[in-house]
Nanobody, 121 residues
Framework: VQLVDTGGGLVKAGESLRLSCVAS????????AGWYRQAPGKERELVAA???????LYASSVKGRFSIVRDDAKNTLHLQMNSLKPEDTAMYYC????????????????WGQGTQVIVSS
């Protein structure tokens, strides 16, 4: 199984980024899938998740700004991030688990390698 995270970069506050995660060896639509982030000195936190049925979950800090999208035809997971803030600066990781509940419990089966997002003020 391999998850490849891409799309990070350096942007200014208020701008947008779209992260992508391409999976091989695991099917997103048959699992819970999500995006975590980890800022320096902080714990890794779940920011968005999508269930096999398509239900979504967002951390309160990103609700209304971030959208998680699953492309089943390409077995790809995206995180559309709008109105970025400096506090969104972190390494972002794609993750797969049996369910969204598993993601919330950090019972992750597979991790991407991460993609860095830096938001300047």
């Amino acid at each position: 199984v391999q998850l490849v995270d891409t799309g990070g970069g350096l942007v200014k506050a208020g701008e947008s980024l779209r992260l992508s995660c391409v999976a091989s060896g695991v099917i997103f639509s048959r699992n819970g899938a999500g995006w975590y982030r980890q800022a320096p000195g902080k714990e890794r936190e779940l920011v968005a998740a999508i269930s096999s049925g398509g239900s979504t979950l967002y951390a309160s800090s990103v609700k209304g700004r971030f959208s998680i999208v699953r492309d089943d035809a390409k077995n790809t997971l995206h995180l559309q991030m709008n109105s970025l803030k400096p506090e969104d600066t972190a390494m972002y990781y794609c993750a797969v688990a049996p369910s969204v509940l598993s993601l919330e419990d950090r019972a992750v089966d597979y991790w991407g390698q991460g993609t860095q997002v830096i938001v300047s003020s």
